[in-house]
């Protein structure tokens, strides 16, 4: 009997390099020797919704993390994963993703190299009848499905956030972004730009880390050395904020630092008072909800072109007050923020909690 075909496009810096969550804050990765075992795996014919993840690396930490709640969820919902890197080439992502197509797989995960550049993959698969789901930013093919986050407005509540802790002080405030050409690095950054232009006394500098904590460690003492004025470094990804971190740390300077995804460590960091502010969006809990939506649309399940993954701010200790007095819990279009704590976030973001929140019970977006 012919399978039904679903693609699942995950476009982000989520699954970026810069991601983080599991492993160190340094940002551990595999080895070469596991790298290559998950590349050669093969789709094997059993009953479970089979799904090929194609992805740019299988080294980044926000990917592990990612593949975590992949892989918790596919136990739990009967699910088979193929994970495969295409080492951030668009062609070899686009030849995996026909192969996978070739190969009979139920659905392919893809993280995405150029939101722009699988457009014409993710036509071919649509127009061919498979259903496709693109996440993390939204993918402009003809008939795809978006799995979405607040990107922009997450960061530029951020962005707010920062401006009204520093409104007292002149300097600078550096931002880390992705890189070039990633959709979900290039919302975080314009959102963070809009948020901060209200803050006269804050010049902002930005630099690419590259989804990578090494390249974004020597970005930051870049930064670092040539502003003295530095008062605060924004990194739009926990795996790249460890390496900010430790520049920061070497530097011996009093430079405060906010990040966002909410993975462990970057939490343990807000709890201790080393990170001002996070952004809970937990790469584990993504991974986890893709996989569900897959799981329901296999099933026939209607639903919106647009899925939604509810974000929630994860104030520290000094920015609480900050937030509160600035009115921040609600945006300019009236829209109310989910503010949590540290606590409330690390139970949200852990699989207890994720597997609670995307129950049988969970409803997608209609």
């Not at 990612?66 to 919902?77: C, F, S």
């Not at 993918?139 to 951020?158: I, K, R, S």
């Not at 959102?191 to 930051?220: C, H, P, R």
């Not at 605060?232 to 971190?245: E, F, L, N, P």
Request: hydrophobic fraction near 35%; include cysteine.
């Amino acid at each position: 009997m012919k399978r039904k075909l679903f693609a699942w496009v995950m476009v982000a810096v989520m699954a970026s390099a810069g991601l983080a969550g599991c492993g160190s804050g340094e940002g551990e990765t595999q080895n070469a020797e596991e790298t290559a075992a998950v590349e050669e795996t093969t789709v094997e014919d059993n009953e479970g919704l089979t799904v090929g993840m194609s992805c740019i690396n299988l080294t980044d930490a926000g990917l592990a993390a990612i593949k975590e709640g992949a892989d918790t969820a596919a136990e739990d919902l009967g699910m088979n994963l193929i994970w495969k890197a295409c080492d951030g080439d668009l062609d070899k992502q686009i030849d995996i993703i026909r192969g996978f197509v070739q190969q009979g797989v139920d659905a392919i995960w893809i993280d995405s190299v150029d939101v722009d550049g699988i457009v014409s993959v993710v036509n071919e698969a649509t127009e061919a009848g498979v259903t496709v789901l693109t996440a993390g930013s939204r993918v402009e093919g003809e008939d795809n499905y978006n799995l979405v986050y607040p990107d922009l407005v997450d960061a530029q509540f951020a962005a707010k956030a920062i401006g009204e802790y520093y409104k007292d002080e002149t300097g600078t405030v550096g931002l880390i972004v992705g890189s070039a050409g990633n959709l979900v690095s290039e919302k975080r950054q314009e959102g963070f730009e809009k948020g901060i232009e209200g803050y006269s006394n804050l010049k902002l500098v930005t630099e690419q880390g590259m989804w990578d904590a090494t390249t974004s460690m020597q970005k930051a003492e870049d930064m670092i050395r040539a502003n003295d004025d530095l008062l605060h470094i924004h990194v739009i990804a926990d795996g790249m904020s460890y390496g900010v971190y430790r520049a920061i740390q070497n530097s011996g300077k009093e430079i405060t630092i906010s990040s966002n995804d909410g993975e462990a460590d970057a939490l343990a960091y807000t709890e201790s008072g080393e990170y001002l502010l996070e952004n809970l969006v937990g790469n584990g809990r993504l991974g986890y909800w893709g996989m569900v939506i897959a799981d329901r649309l296999s099933k026939g399940e209607e639903m919106a072109k647009d899925q939604y993954l509810p974000t929630y701010k994860v104030p520290g200790e000094k920015m609480k007050p900050v937030v509160e007095e600035a009115g921040l819990e609600k945006g300019e279009d009236g829209t109310q923020y989910q503010i949590v704590t540290v606590e409330e976030a690390k139970k949200i973001g852990s699989p207890e909690g994720y597997k609670e929140e995307f129950n049988e019970d969970f409803v997608p977006t209609k």
